[in-house]
C-alpha cells in the first residue's frame, strides 16, 4: 500500500505521530540525566540520541524544546553536561515511565526508582545501573529550520561501561547486556546478538567477521 | 571501566571507530537510493537515518561528504530526491556489500543484486523487495561545524508499506518484516517483538497496551 502526503497531512494526530514516528526503523534506547541551576536533578527517555562522528567523538540529541523534553533542553543549556545511559530490558518499563509530565522540582530519579550517582566529579547525574554510561558536553546547538527543533551535539568526556561487554576490536556488545531497542512512540524491543561483517570490497561477497 | 576522552583520542583509528559507532545504541539499518544527473543509480547502506519530526513529517540523515557516502550525497543535493529503504534479516548481507566502493558507473543495485524499481514518477529508485520504503524530498542541508559533517532534512513524500504492518494506531510492525538494527559499524541485529506501553502519565506505573 501507498500513503501519501495528502494522507499522513489529514492523519489525527496521534495516529500519524505513531506511524512517522516508527518509519526510520529502530531507535536507540537511552537516558539523559541532567541537573538544573537550583540542583534539581532529571532523567527523561530519548530515543533520537544518534552517533554523529567517531574522532572526534560526538553525540546529537534531537529535541523539540518545549513540554516535556523541556527540563532536559533547559537544563543542558545552562550546564553544559549531561549523561546519556542506555536502558536494558529490566530497565525498560521504568524508563518509560520517565516521560511523564513531572514538575521541576520531582526527580524522576525518585519518581521512577533509578539510584542517581554522581562520577568523576563531573556536574550531570548517571544512571548506576544502567551497563554503558556516556559523561557528554554540550559543543553545538543547531537549530533544524524546518520544524523549529534542535539538534545538540555534544563530546563524550568519558564511557562507563561493565568490561564485559566491551570486545577486543572495540565492539560493545549491546546484546550481551540485553539494551533494547525502541519502536516508533511506545514501543521496547529486545535484540538478538549480531551477525558482523568484514570491511566490504567491490566486487566481492560480504565476508562475516 | 571507565574509558576517558584522553584514552579515546589515543586509540588506533579502526579501534576507537568501532567503539565510538557502538555507544549511543542501535541504529536503524536503511538503504539509500538516488540517481545521477548522469543517471547512474546508486545505493548504499546508512545506519544514520533519524526521525525528526512527524508534523510535518521529517526524516534526517548524518553523512559526511566525501569518500564512500560522496555519491548519494551529492546525488541528493543534484536531484533533491532519495529514497530509503528498510532492511530486513533476508536482505542484510547484501546490504552491507553496498558499502564497497564502487566506482560511480557500476549501479549497487546491481553489484549487490537488488531489483531497483520506479514508483509514481518519482526520480529516485526504490529498492524493489524492500517491506517498507519512503521516497523523501530535501529541505534542508545543516552544517554540523563541530566535524564537518551534514545533516540532510528530507520530507516524506510517500510511505510504501506491506499492508499487514500497518496497525490499527499506525504503529508499523517492524518485526512482522523481520526488519534488522544496526549495532557499531558492521554489526546487524534481529528484533525481538517489541512491549508497548501507554502514555505515561506522573505518579503512576507504566502500563502496557
Given amino acids: 500500500m501507498v500513503i501519501g502526503a495528502v494522507d499522513i497531512k489529514g492523519f489525527e494526530k496521534q495516529y500519524r505521530a505513531t506511524l512517522i514516528s516508527s518509519i526510520t526503523g529502530y531507535?536507540?534506547?537511552?537516558?539523559v540525566g541532567t541537573i538544573s541551576a537550583d540542583g534539581f536533578l532529571?532523567?527523561?527517555v530519548f530515543s533520537s540520541v544518534v552517533h554523529?562522528?567517531?574522532n572526534p567523538p560526538l553525540i546529537g540529541i534531537i529535541t523539540r524544546p518545549v513540554e516535556n523534553e523541556r527540563h532536559t533542553y533547559q537544563n543542558i543549556l545552562n550546564s553544559g553536561f549531561y549523561t546519556v545511559n542506555a536502558i536494558s530490558h529490566s530497565m525498560h518499563e521504568r524508563a518509560h515511565q520517565t516521560s511523564a509530565r513531572y514538575p521541576v522540582e520531582v526527580s524522576e530519579f525518585e519518581a521512577c526508582s533509578f539510584k542517581a550517582a554522581f562520577h568523576n566529579g563531573f556536574?550531570?547525574?548517571f544512571v548506576e545501573e544502567s551497563p554503558l554510561k556516556l559523561a557528554c558536553s554540550l559543543q553545538e546547538e543547531i537549530h533544524i529550520r524546518s520544524n523549529n527543533t534542535r539538534m545538540l551535539v555534544g563530546s563524550i568526556e568519558s564511557i562507563h561501561l561493565d568490561e564485559h561487554l566491551l570486545g577486543s576490536d572495540g565492539y560493545i556488545h549491546l546484546d550481551k547486556a540485553d539494551i533494547v531497542a525502541i519502536s516508533s512512540l511506545d514501543g521496547y524491543n529486545r535484540v538478538a546478538p549480531p551477525d558482523r561483517y568484514q570491511y566490504a570490497k567491490p566486487y566481492a561477497k560480504s565476508a562475516k567477521l
Same sequence: chains 1, 2.
Wanted: glycine content about 8%; hydrophobic content about 55%; cysteine-free.
Fill in 27 to 31: 531507535k536507540a534506547a537511552n537516558m
Fill in 42 to 44: 532529571n532523567l527523561a
Fill in 52 to 54: 554523529v562522528g567517531s
Fill in 123 to 125: 556536574l550531570a547525574p
